[in-house]
C-alpha cells in the first residue's frame, strides 16, 4: 500500500469522525506534565495561572519551579496547543493520520500499546501506516498513562487503590494522633491530588478507616483504644466515691440554677482530669445531638481551637487532657460548654 493511499484512508476515517458519547473511566496514572495539561485543557479554556494552578493540585509534591519551567515548554513546543482571547486552547481535531488510532481506542475503551494499536490497523487493512509513535504525543486526542500505554484525552483517568497502597495509608495514619484530610493522604503516600485517585471510596470500603468528618479519616483501632481506655473500670473507684458524691451534689445545683439553655456547666472530677474528658450528662448530650455518633469535633477555647473526639453512644468527650493541663484544672474546676457557631 502507497503511502499516498494511506492518507487518503485516514481523511476517510476523519469524517467518520464522532464525538465521546460516553463516560470512560480508567485505572492508572497520566504519564507526565503534558498529558495533564491535556486532560485540563480538554474541558475549557484557561489562563496560564488557572491552568498552573490546577495542575499544582493535581501533582503537589512536583517542585513548583519545575513544574512551571514544563507547562511553559510544553505549551510553547506542542502543536496541540494555541493562546487566543488570553487563555490556553487544544486543538481536539488531531492530526488525520492518527484517526484510526482514535477510532480504536474509543471502541475498545481501555489503554494499550502503541505496538497494539498498529497491530489493530493492519489487521484492518492498513499495511503501511504514515505514524510514529510520539506522533500521538503532539495530538491533543490521546494520552500517555506511567506503563506506557495510550488512552484518549477525554477518558476519566485515576488510581485505583491497592491493599498494599491502603497499607501505606494505615502506616501514615498511625504515626499521627489526630486524624488526617484525604487531601494530604493522597499527597503524603501518592504524590497525587485527591481527584487522582478513588482512595476516600476505598476507605469506605475498608474496615480499618473511619471518616470522623467529611474528608477527614482516622484508624479505627485507635478509637476503639481510646474507648477502651475510657470505659476500663476504675481501680480507685472506691477512693474517689466521696468525690463523685461531692460533685453530683453540686451538679444538681448547677442545674437549678441554670438560667441560659444555650450553655452548660461541667464541673470535672479527678478522673475527668486523668484521662482527659467529659462525661456528657444527659444535659449535654442535648447540645450535640446533631453530631454523628463518633466524630472529630474542633472545640473553641480561650487558646484557639482544640480537637477532641465526640463519643455519642458512650456520652464522652475525649482528647482534653492537654488543655486540662495548660490551664491547670483541679479536680472541682467548672468548665463552660457551649455549641459553636
Known amino acids: 500500500m502507497s503511502k499516498n493511499k494511506a492518507k487518503s484512508k485516514a481523511k476517510k476515517a476523519k469524517n467518520k469522525f464522532t464525538a465521546p458519547a460516553s463516560v470512560v473511566r480508567v485505572n492508572g ?3 507526565n506534565v503534558l498529558d495533564h495539561i491535556k486532560q485540563a485543557l480538554y474541558h475549557e479554556p484557561l489562563t496560564y495561572e488557572e491552568l498552573y494552578q490546577l495542575l499544582r493540585e493535581k501533582l503537589p509534591l512536583m517542585d513548583p519551579e519545575k513544574l512551571d519551567r514544563d507547562v ?16 490556553w486552547q487544544m486543538d481536539k481535531t488531531g492530526s488525520p493520520g492518527n484517526d484510526p488510532f482514535y477510532q480504536y481506542l474509543m471502541t475498545l475503551g481501555y489503554p494499550v500499546t502503541f505496538r ?19 506522533d500521538l504525543a503532539y495530538d491533543g486526542r490521546f494520552i500517555r498513562l506511567k506503563n506506557g500505554k495510550w488512552g484518549l484525552t477525554y477518558w476519566q483517568v485515576s488510581l485505583e487503590v491497592s491493599l498494599q497502597e491502603l497499607n501505606a495509608v494505615v502506616r501514615l495514619l498511625q504515626r499521627h494522633e489526630y486524624p488526617l484530610d484525604v487531601e494530604r493522604i493522597c499527597r503524603e503516600v501518592f504524590g497525587l491530588g485527591v481527584t487522582e485517585t478513588n482512595l476516600a471510596q476505598a476507605m469506605k470500603k475498608d474496615p480499618r478507616f473511619l471518616e470522623v468528618a467529611p474528608g477527614l479519616w ?12 475510657i470505659t476500663a473500670p476504675d481501680e480507685f473507684a472506691f477512693i474517689r466515691q466521696a468525690e463523685v458524691n461531692a460533685l453530683q451534689e453540686a451538679e444538681l445545683m448547677l442545674i437549678i440554677e441554670e438560667a441560659d439553655a444555650s450553655k452548660r456547666e461541667y464541673i470535672v472530677s479527678s478522673w475527668d482530669l486523668e484521662k482527659g474528658v467529659l462525661r456528657l450528662s444527659k444535659r449535654l448530650v442535648e447540645l450535640l445531638e446533631p453530631i454523628d455518633k463518633i466524630a472529630y469535633l474542633k472545640v473553641k477555647t480561650g487558646n484557639g481551637e482544640l480537637g477532641v473526639w465526640f463519643l455519642k453512644e458512650h456520652r464522652y468527650l475525649a482528647g482534653l487532657k492537654p488543655w486540662f493541663e495548660e490551664y491547670g484544672l483541679e479536680p472541682g474546676s467548672k468548665v463552660e460548654v457551649s455549641p459553636g457557631d
Open 116 to 134: 497494539e494499536l498498529v497491530s489493530l490497523a493492519r489487521e484492518n487493512g492498513w499495511e503501511e501506516l504514515p505514524v510514529r509513535e510520539q
Open 72 to 87: 511553559k515548554r510544553c505549551l510553547g513546543n506542542n502543536i496541540s496547543f494555541y493562546f487566543r482571547n488570553n487563555r
Open 29 to 31: 496514572r497520566l504519564a
Open 218 to 229: 482516622c484508624l479505627k483501632s485507635k478509637i476503639d483504644a481510646l474507648i477502651a481506655d
